[in-house]
């Protein structure tokens, strides 16, 4: 049982390169997440998504892009790497059921350093 | 959006010793959940307890949702215990979860 699954677990960029943090879950769970979390902080949301084909905006969203093409992944891309994404990135997934929230399941997370 | 506060910051105890961390909100909640962040970064999940009393061996939390606050309680503490101790929620009015700054724990041998 995979749980949340993230790639790549450590990356170092350049300034204005690109990448797509990879994330999967095979809990057929309908929400996901994708959070920040910068050095002695909580984490922060960026984008969630209730499904497939369905994404919506969180707490820190700007310089960030997702997309939910099937229920089991939801990658994360980053167009301009900026240092003020230097960051751990971490990926969740929860199973909804009308209004209740159920717990959320993270991975372990991504190390992406921009310099 | 929903405000959530953690104390104490900062929490250095001696093995062995029981602690309470508490985590106040400020609007309803349909989930709440208490993390442990270890060494590593990892994020274990500990309690969902968006309201009652829960207890998983030497941990324990308890949700008072009308009164807006959630107890997480650490008895025999061991060193294996360090780390930060993350409260979350999500409120009734969306589907965002707000995390609070943490607790960080250190048990001492």
């Known amino acids: 049982n995979a749980g ?112 | 959006g929903i405000q959530v506060e953690q104390s104490p910051p900062d929490l250095i105890l001696q093995e062995g010793a029981n602690s309470t961390l508490r985590c106040n909100f400020s609007d309803s909640v349909n989930n709440l959940q208490w993390f442990h962040q270890n060494p590593w970064g990892q994020l274990i999940n500990l309690f969902y307890i968006p309201s009652g009393t829960k207890q998983n061996g030497r941990l324990s939390a308890t949700t008072v949702a009308t009164e807006r606050y959630s107890l997480l309680y650490i008895s025999s503490s061991q060193t294996t215990d360090s780390g930060v101790y993350f409260c979350a929620v999500v409120s009734y009015n969306n589907n965002d979860m707000r995390f609070g700054a943490g607790t960080r724990l250190t048990v001492k041998p």
């Open chain 1, 4 to 115: 949340v699954t993230q790639t790549p677990k450590f990356r170092i960029l350049k300034i204005g390169q690109s990448m797509t943090l990879q994330c999967a879950q095979d809990m057929n769970h309908n929400y996901m997440y994708w959070y920040r979390q910068d050095p002695g902080m909580g984490l922060k949301l960026i984008y969630y998504s209730v499904g497939a084909g369905i994404t919506d905006k969180g707490e820190v969203p700007n310089g960030y892009n997702v997309s939910r093409s099937t229920t089991e992944d939801f990658p994360l891309r980053l167009e301009l790497a900026a240092p003020s994404q230097t960051s751990v990135y971490f990926c969740a997934s929860s199973l909804t059921l009308g209004a209740a929230n159920q717990p959320q399941h993270f991975g372990d997370g991504t190390r992406l350093s921009i310099l």
